[in-house]
């Protein structure tokens, strides 16, 4: 089976440097997802990361370390658009099933 | 292009009834995903098709939920016999199965009241 863990909710100011963790266990990993998904609205692909290291783009960077099974999502310049709820989803096994954890809602004030 | 669209985007149904829902993935995309999403929740998997096929199903909560995709393009999540417990957002994705990211394209969803 596969366990994805997340923060269930993070404060933030306008401005500021946010850092949302995730952990995993699952057997055939291949690759880890970022969503950002807005209240009522469907996920919408922010990163990708299948190697160790750091991923940026833009204000947003992606960091994994697959020994460790463990992700940060890392948003800078944060403004009060970025507050929507943040997924983390692992891709595992040889046909590509997605598993997504429960997510983590992000509130931006100002 | 034309992404991901779901049909209807409101259900509501009397316990015990059966209702089907519809997904129209990205013309070429051969990978189709349901997942299922609760509120303050993720989405939940439920079941993966690569092409016509359905590749894992070990979402499919128990046999009143079944999915179909005939011609590798359009899918049908079918449920019968529904129960309160079955009220959610049903979400469909699609990926094509190539590129960097092969990332999953989300249609808005169908959001189904069980009465």
């Known amino acids: 089976g596969q366990n994805i863990d997340q923060p269930t909710e993070m404060t933030a100011t306008e401005g500021a440097i946010v850092q949302i963790n995730c952990t995993y266990q699952?057997?055939?990993?291949?690759?880890l997802f970022w969503y950002q998904q807005h209240a009522g609205e469907a996920p919408t692909f922010l990163s990708y990361?299948?190697?160790?290291g750091l991923e940026e783009k833009g204000r947003f960077s992606s960091f994994l370390s697959r020994s460790k099974g463990y992700s940060y999502l890392l948003l800078k310049e944060l403004q009060m658009k970025d507050s929507a709820s943040y997924l983390c989803?692992?891709?595992?096994?040889?046909?590509?099933?997605?598993?997504f954890g429960t997510g983590t809602k992000l509130q931006v004030i100002p | 292009g034309a992404g991901v669209s779901q049909t209807p985007s409101n259900k509501v149904t009397e316990k015990g009834k059966y209702v089907e829902l519809r997904c129209d993935p990205i013309?070429?995309?051969?990978?189709l995903y349901w997942y299922r999403q609760s509120l303050g929740q993720g989405p939940e998997f439920l079941i993966y098709f690569q092409g016509t096929g359905a590749a894992d199903d070990s979402g499919l909560p128990n046999d009143r939920f079944f999915a179909v995709r005939p011609e590798g393009s359009v899918s049908t999540l079918k449920i019968q016999r529904t129960e309160r417990g079955d009220s959610a957002v049903y979400l469909c994705a699609s990926s094509s199965g190539t590129g960097q990211y092969n990332e999953q394209f989300f249609g808005p969803g169908t959001r189904l009241t069980v009465l």
């Open positions: 013309s070429g995309h051969t990978a």
């Open positions: 990361n299948v190697l160790d």
């Open positions: 699952t057997s055939g990993f291949n690759g």
């Open positions: 989803a692992v891709r595992s096994g040889g046909y590509q099933k997605v598993t």
